[in-house]
């Protein structure tokens, strides 16, 4: 083969494993995780919304709702221990939620909302690199082998 091509078609291996893998898991993805997953957006918009209107039952509705969803079935995407403490850390500020809105502590109430919603951040880019880290191991032993076939 023409040498020139090679880091081309490394290239193009490279890139189709990482357009490929995200494809195969959001398949693999079922339909109970897709509502989990939005169920988790409409119940954390709710909290806005009580929150700065004072809706305290509303948000103590929301938060209780938010923090029982991790017991869904559809909630464990990963199995990974490391998506195991995020969980965790998702259910403390969940339940910190749930107990300030209890007191209609608005303070309280605020700072949890913030940690909820850091938790939120901290495992989408746990699950980011996780994603990432996976598609760098399948896919450089692969390029390896084309770029040295003996
Ligand atoms: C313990 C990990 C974890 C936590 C905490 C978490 N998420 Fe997610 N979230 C995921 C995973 C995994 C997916 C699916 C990503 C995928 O399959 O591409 C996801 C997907 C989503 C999606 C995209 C759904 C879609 O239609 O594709 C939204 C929106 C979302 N999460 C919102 C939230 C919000 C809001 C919070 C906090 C209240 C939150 N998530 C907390 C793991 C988490």
């Given at each position: 083969?023409?040498?020139?091509?090679?880091?081309?078609?490394?290239?193009?291996?490279?890139v189709?494993?990482?357009?490929?893998?995200?494809?195969?898991?959001?398949?693999a993805?079922?339909?109970?995780?897709?509502?989990?997953?939005?169920?988790?957006?409409?119940?954390?918009q709710?909290?806005?919304?009580?929150?700065?209107?004072?809706?305290?039952?509303?948000?103590?509705?929301?938060?209780?709702?938010?923090?029982?969803?991790?017991?869904?079935?559809?909630?464990?995407?990963?199995?990974?221990?490391?998506?195991?403490?995020?969980?965790?850390?998702?259910l403390?500020?969940?339940?910190?939620?749930?107990?300030?809105?209890?007191?209609?502590?608005?303070?309280?109430?605020?700072?949890?909302?913030?940690?909820?919603?850091?938790?939120?951040?901290?495992?989408?880019?746990y699950?980011?690199?996780?994603?990432?880290?996976?598609?760098?191991?399948?896919?450089?032993?692969?390029?390896?082998?084309?770029?040295?076939?003996?």
């Open positions: 083969m023409n040498v020139r091509l090679r880091p081309a078609l490394l290239w193009l291996v490279l189709a494993a990482v357009a490929l893998v995200p494809l195969s898991d959001s398949r993805q079922t339909a109970q995780t897709r509502q989990v997953m939005r169920q988790k957006l409409e119940l954390s709710g909290l806005l919304a009580g929150l700065v209107t004072s809706n305290w039952s509303a948000l103590g509705k929301d938060s209780r709702a938010l923090a029982s969803l991790t017991m869904d079935p559809g909630w464990a995407v990963l199995r990974e221990p490391e998506y195991a403490r995020q969980t965790v850390d998702f403390r500020s969940a339940d910190a939620l749930v107990d300030a809105t209890a007191r209609r502590d608005q303070a309280a109430t605020l700072v949890a909302y913030n940690n909820l919603v850091a938790s939120c951040v901290q495992c989408h880019r699950v980011a690199r996780a994603r990432l880290a996976r598609v760098w191991s399948t896919a450089q032993p692969r390029a390896r082998q084309r770029a040295d076939p003996s």
